[in-house]
Nanobody, 124 residues
């Protein structure tokens, strides 16, 4: 069993920054991918960034390129998402999810473990 718990969301103004955390506990494996996703109100779930926390491989999406950064602290079993230059369109519930492959899959169906989400609200 793998458990993921997100934290760090909040209400901020346009241009502000936040750092989200995804704490991983339970049975963890070095080949896992952890991906940050988000879901805005009345919108579909959107891929954000992903990382293989053992190998350090990452990917990104055009919507957040240059503004968001994913990182890991293996000693703390924590994945971080640094959100910079936030825009109102970044408002969403941010989730972290884990897949049992380290190949950074881009299908939500590959992710079998999900956190509860943390709300990020960006006001204009």
């Amino acid at each position: 069993q793998v458990q993921l718990v997100e934290s760090g969301g909040g209400l901020v103004q346009s241009g502000d920054s936040l750092r989200l955390s995804c704490a991983v506990s339970g049975r963890t494996f070095s080949h896992h991918t952890v991906r940050w996703l988000r879901q805005a109100l009345a919108k579909d779930r959107e891929f954000v960034l992903a990382i293989n926390w053992s190998g350090g491989s990452t990917d990104n999406t055009d919507s957040v390129k240059g503004r968001f950064t994913i990182s890991r602290d293996n000693a703390k079993n924590t994945i971080y998402l640094q959100l910079n230059s936030l825009k109102p369109e970044d408002t969403a519930v941010y989730y972290c999810a884990a897949a049992v492959t380290g190949l950074l899959p881009r299908s939500v169906y590959e992710y079998g473990y999900w956190g509860q989400g943390t709300q990020v609200t960006v006001s204009s």
